[in-house]
């Protein structure tokens, strides 16, 4: 998918991120998942501690849930002119993080990412005989294009698309909260000047205002 089309989600990931579906897949694990059952950080996180992952709550990820979605970061966010593929800035490190977090929006999410991670690999067997992550390019932007857009993904692809329209999110929160996510999009955060130049004519002529502080 081209890179422009997803700097386009990037505007939405912040309202995205508030859109858990626990009734895509059920919320309960499945056989060998392990159960969370950490307090997460509580009222007084210590925030100048660096915590390492699984300091705080063990990763749900599968190794195979997570070649998987490692895959499926790539052919979103793949490598290109404009920044580094999303498995290159670790993306699926936060992905696993915010599904083994022990809070409902993310417990939510545990519940659509995982299943819909075996499904992903389920799926690709039955395509072409091999895991989602041994599938060539072509052959994974083939099952991608079939869940993309709920909208158009058929009756018996609906809870898959769902699936991939909230993995897409968090892995799109986690690229562009990233130095190399920020220069794709042009992100150059606070600056310094020195003196204070107003807000350029065409916003200004656009709102239909005048600017009147020298």
């Known amino acids: 998918m081209p890179r422009r089309t997803v700097i386009k989600w990037f505007v939405a990931v912040a309202a995205s991120l508030k859109l858990g579906d626990a009734q895509v897949f059920g919320a309960e694990p499945g056989p060998g998942e392990p159960v969370i059952t950490a ?15 699984g300091d705080l709550w063990p990763l749900t990820l599968s190794p195979t ?6 895959a499926l970061a790539d052919v979103i966010l793949p490598a290109d002119n404009l920044g580094p593929a999303a498995s290159q800035l670790r993306c699926v490190d936060f992905v696993d993080e915010w599904v083994s977090a022990p809070y409902p929006a993310q417990l939510r999410d545990r519940g659509i990412v995982l299943p819909g991670l075996d499904w992903l690999d389920a799926e690709s067997g039955r395509r072409f005989a091999n895991v989602f992550a041994g599938l060539t390019l072509s052959q994974q932007q083939a099952i ?12 018996e692809l609906q809870a898959a698309a769902r699936f991939f329209s909230r ?21 150059v955060g ?6 204070y130049d107003g807000p350029p004519e065409a916003v200004l002529a656009h709102l239909g205002v ?3 502080v020298a």
Do not use: V
């Open 144 to 155: 991608c294009d079939d869940i993309c857009f709920q909208a158009r993904a058929a009756d």
């Open 39 to 53: 307090n997460g950080y509580g009222k007084d996180p210590l925030l100048n501690h660096t915590h390492n992952p």
């Open 65 to 70: 849930q997570r070649a998987a979605a490692i």
């Open 210 to 212: 005048e600017q009147t």
């Open 190 to 195: 606070n600056q310094p000047s020195l003196t």
């Open 167 to 187: 993995f897409r999110s968090l892995a799109a929160a986690a690229y562009y909260a990233t130095p190399e996510g920020w220069d794709a999009i042009g992100y």
